[in-house]
């Protein structure tokens, strides 16, 4: 396992733009982050591969969302634009340091980050 470090987050009117971060303390396979709302399950956001550095994002966000690296830094970056009522959630970072086929589920991972409320107003 690893320590994340999250940051970003607030509230934000709807249209507006929020960024995240969130920095490993040590090397992992992959990190992104997911997302949870009240009575709802934890679900994927985006996700970054470090062996081949491949990128992948839930259906909704693309076009809106982009997740980028520092892999020397183990640091990824959500930039959130357009964001919409319906992205409000708690944000968590999530890494992975032991190889699974879950990789778009919660259990494909072992280190969590804290959490970072984001709000969108209508």
């Known amino acids: 396992q690893v320590q994340l470090v999250e940051s970003g987050g607030g509230l934000v009117q709807a249209g507006g733009s929020l960024r995240l971060s969130c920095q490993a303390s040590?090397?992992?396979?992959?990190m992104g982050w997911f997302r949870q709302s009240p009575g709802k399950e934890r679900e994927f956001v985006a996700l970054?591969?470090?062996?081949?550095?491949?990128?992948f994002l839930e259906d909704s966000v693309k076009g809106r969302f982009t997740l980028s690296t520092d892999k020397r830094e183990n640091t990824v970056y959500l930039q959130m634009n357009s964001l919409q009522p319906e992205d409000t959630a708690v944000y968590y970072c999530?890494?992975?340091?032991?190889?699974?086929?879950?990789?778009?589920?919660?259990?494909?991972?072992?280190?969590w980050g804290q959490g970072i409320q984001v709000t969108v107003s209508s």
């Open positions: 999530a890494a992975a340091t032991i190889h699974s086929i879950f990789d778009l589920l919660p259990r494909g991972y072992n280190s």
């Open positions: 970054t591969r470090w062996s081949d550095s491949h990128i």
């Open positions: 040590g090397r992992t396979l992959n």
